[in-house]
């Protein structure tokens, strides 16, 4: 009996003493690091293969980072160079106002991380997320550069300026304010690109989509728009209706189709003009479409081979613009300006629909 109770009390102290070791990494302080002139706006760029990162501007004079990944203090050798290849952990250094966070140096091998940051709010952000990860950002004023491949963008209370580029997700913006001189720019091959700002934001807007819509909640009076269309589609709509009007601001002409061809009485018969006018025009019709057709694919095709070239080159050594879209053209284009204009707005998607919408 009393052997037990010796050994019950011992078991009951080992688990004491190791209850605050458990508590300890479960509530384990954050990794923290601080810029070398805290009085300058400093630039924090994000490497991330594999997995979510979230960014939050706070009133705060240093970078504090949670992830579900460990960080790894890095490795002192003899020549010098430090370890940045461990598979479960991350590293964070500072050097001249620029702090980098790194995960997964060694691309699709490593394992899935997700990180919570919160930094100054003036900082500027570079993230590359090259394989998978979604990425928000909140309250920041500092500029936004973001590339990613598959996942979505959030962006919420931004002032900077922006350029975000996802091959397979979708963009979502809610403007605070527009900085004189830094304009915002977002892509998507496929997804909706959604821009929400204030009722009275004064900014010049540029929109393109190919297979999609472009829709907005202001009134006609506050965003004064007109439609552009490329060579090919006035092509198009040439032979659909040689004699439809222009487009005007804020109006888009639907060109009516051509009637049919009336049947032609027993005592007349059809001239060979008209019969070779119609075979123009339906010729006419499918080069045209044909054309867009081939514009579309190629588009598509050279986007996945610079994403394809861009992680290769990426995966021998991390550059800081791993992957970039190709220009896109063609397709519908509506540009004007929002009570009265201002900064340029961009945005642009292959496959999806772009929405300018009033800030709740």
Same mark, same amino acid.
């Given at each position: 009996m009393k052997n037990i109770r010796i050994h019950s009390l011992f078991l009951l102290a080992a688990t004491l003493a190791l209850a605050p070791a458990c508590l300890a990494h479960d509530e384990s302080a954050p990794s923290t690091i601080a810029f070398s002139d805290p009085t300058k706006p400093g630039t924090l760029k994000i490497r991330v293969w594999h997995g979510d990162v979230t960014i939050h501007g706070a009133d705060v004079k240093e970078i504090s980072v949670r992830s579900d990944s460990e960080d790894e203090a890095p490795t002192s050798r003899k020549d010098g160079m430090r370890v940045l290849s461990a598979s479960s952990s991350y590293t964070l250094n500072e050097k001249g106002n620029v702090a980098v966070l790194e995960y997964g140096s060694d691309g699709w091998t490593e394992g899935e991380a997700n990180f919570d940051i919160i930094v100054p709010k003036s900082t500027s =952000?570079? #993230?590359? @997320?090259? =394989?998978?990860? %979604?990425?928000?950002c909140s309250n920041v004023s500092g500029d936004i550069? /973001?590339?990613?491949?598959?996942?979505?963008?959030?962006?919420?209370? /931004?002032?900077?300026?922006?350029? /975000?580029?996802t091959i397979n997700g979708e963009i979502s913006v @809610? /403007?605070?304010?527009?900085?004189?001189?830094?304009? +915002? $720019?977002?892509?998507?091959? @496929?997804? &909706? #690109? #959604?821009? !929400?700002?204030?009722?009275?934001?004064?900014a010049s807007i540029r929109f393109r989509t !190919?297979?999609? #819509? =472009?829709? $907005?909640n202001f009134d006609d009076k506050a965003l004064v728009t007109k439609t552009e269309i490329s060579r090919r589609q006035l092509k198009a709509l040439? *032979?659909?209706s040689p004699d439809a009007p222009p487009a005007q601001p804020d109006t888009v002409v639907a060109p009516a189709v051509p009637a049919a061809p009336a049947t032609p009485s027993a005592d007349s018969a059809p001239t060979a003009s008209k019969s070779g006018s119609d075979d123009d025009w339906h010729g006419e019709l499918r080069e045209s479409i044909r054309?867009?057709?081939?514009? *579309?694919? &190629?588009? *598509?095709?050279? *986007? =996945?081979?610079?994403?394809?070239?861009? +992680?290769?080159?990426?995966?021998?050594?991390?550059? %800081? @613009?791993m992957i970039s879209l190709p220009p896109m053209t063609g397709g519908k284009t509506v540009t004007g300006t929002l009570n009265g204009g201002g900064v340029e707005i961009q945005a642009a998607t292959l496959n999806g629909d772009i929405l300018l919408k009033k800030a709740e």
């Amino acid at each position: 009996m009393k052997n037990i109770r010796i050994h019950s009390l011992f078991l009951l102290a080992a688990t004491l003493a190791l209850a605050p070791a458990c508590l300890a990494h479960d509530e384990s302080a954050p990794s923290t690091i601080a810029f070398s002139d805290p009085t300058k706006p400093g630039t924090l760029k994000i490497r991330v293969w594999h997995g979510d990162v979230t960014i939050h501007g706070a009133d705060v004079k240093e970078i504090s980072v949670r992830s579900d990944s460990e960080d790894e203090a890095p490795t002192s050798r003899k020549d010098g160079m430090r370890v940045l290849s461990a598979s479960s952990s991350y590293t964070l250094n500072e050097k001249g106002n620029v702090a980098v966070l790194e995960y997964g140096s060694d691309g699709w091998t490593e394992g899935e991380a997700n990180f919570d940051i919160i930094v100054p709010k003036s900082t500027s =952000i570079i #993230v590359a @997320n090259s =394989i998978r990860g %979604d990425f928000e950002c909140s309250n920041v004023s500092g500029d936004i550069d /973001v590339k990613a491949t598959h996942g979505d963008v959030k962006l919420d209370g /931004v002032s900077g300026g922006a350029l /975000v580029e996802t091959i397979n997700g979708e963009i979502s913006v @809610n /403007v605070k304010s527009l900085a004189e001189s830094r304009p +915002m $720019s977002f892509t998507s091959m @496929n997804g &909706q #690109v #959604v821009i !929400h700002v204030p009722a009275d934001l004064k900014a010049s807007i540029r929109f393109r989509t !190919h297979r999609g #819509v =472009i829709l $907005s909640n202001f009134d006609d009076k506050a965003l004064v728009t007109k439609t552009e269309i490329s060579r090919r589609q006035l092509k198009a709509l040439k *032979a659909l209706s040689p004699d439809a009007p222009p487009a005007q601001p804020d109006t888009v002409v639907a060109p009516a189709v051509p009637a049919a061809p009336a049947t032609p009485s027993a005592d007349s018969a059809p001239t060979a003009s008209k019969s070779g006018s119609d075979d123009d025009w339906h010729g006419e019709l499918r080069e045209s479409i044909r054309e867009a057709a081939q514009d *579309a694919a &190629q588009a *598509a095709k050279e *986007a =996945i081979e610079a994403a394809r070239e861009g +992680m290769e080159e990426a995966h021998i050594q991390m550059s %800081d @613009n791993m992957i970039s879209l190709p220009p896109m053209t063609g397709g519908k284009t509506v540009t004007g300006t929002l009570n009265g204009g201002g900064v340029e707005i961009q945005a642009a998607t292959l496959n999806g629909d772009i929405l300018l919408k009033k800030a709740e």
